[in-house]
């Protein structure tokens, strides 16, 4: 069965940080991209980051730019968001999320596969 | 940022209906264009890609149109289950961005 499991959800107080894991299985890991996408309560969705498959490609989201790390370790089909100078605004689930490939070329991208999220809460 | 706007943010309808969602993007993101659903509780569930084909274990009421600036989801008669949250989100370039939503209640 294909699955994503994140971890490393907490409380945190602003300015802290906390590294959220994602263990996949139930496919090759190595042949996707891999994407974290955070839901703040009762908002919507908002992409953080991107990773290829080979991560020599990353993105993240301005909001986040500076102060999350994103990385992958294939060979523990695993990925990763390191987060530092945690604020309130970061409260949110956060969802693990395979992004699969259509066509050619990097639009070609659906989110297919998501995990059932961890919660970041940042609070004093 | 390419913005994504939905409309309507929230649509009363009853069971059998058929209903449309529209999307419209800030700039041209070509065919770029997914749609999720998501239930309470739970993770979004991918409902068509490329604007308009069909992930697969979809049911077929389900279809997607449109391409540049404006596009639609539409559900042909409504079920009981397919009551949720429904986003748009655009490929077309990063960061990729969603929609705010649009709430789709029973009437």
């Known amino acids: 069965e294909v699955e994503l499991v994140e971890s490393g959800g907490n409380l945190v107080q602003p300015g802290g940080s906390l590294r959220l894991s994602c263990a996949a299985s139930g496919f090759t890991f190595t042949n996707f991209n891999m994407n974290w996408v955070r839901q703040a309560p009762g908002k919507g969705l908002e992409c953080v980051s991107y990773?290829?498959?080979?991560?020599?490609?990353?993105y993240y989201a301005e909001s986040v730019r500076g102060r999350f790390t994103v990385s992958r370790d294939n060979a523990k089909n695993s990925l990763y968001l390191q987060m530092n100078s945690l604020r309130a605004e970061d409260t949110a689930v956060y969802f693990c999320?395979?992004?699969?490939?259509?066509?050619?070329?990097?639009?070609?991208?659906?989110?297919?596969?998501w995990g059932q999220g961890t919660m970041v809460a940042v609070s004093s | 940022d390419i913005q994504m706007t939905q409309s309507p943010s929230s649509l009363s309808a009853s069971v059998g209906d058929r209903v449309t969602i529209t999307c419209r993007a800030s700039?041209?993101?070509?065919?770029?264009l997914n749609w999720y659903q998501q239930k309470p509780g739970k993770a979004p569930k991918l409902l068509i890609y490329?604007?308009?084909s069909l992930q697969s274990g979809v049911p077929s009421r389900f279809s997607g149109s449109g391409s540049g600036t404006d596009f639609n989801l539409s559900i042909s008669s409504l079920q009981p289950e397919d009551f949720a949250i429904y986003y748009c989100?655009?490929?077309?370039?990063?960061?990729?961005?969603f929609g705010q939503g649009t709430n789709l209640e029973i009437k």
């Open positions: 700039q041209s993101v070509s065919s770029y």
């Open positions: 990773i290829s498959d080979s991560s020599n490609v990353i």
């Open positions: 490329a604007a308009s």
């Open positions: 999320v395979r992004e699969f490939r259509y066509g050619s070329g990097w639009r070609s991208g659906a989110l297919d596969i």
């Open positions: 989100q655009q490929s077309f370039s990063t960061p990729r961005t």
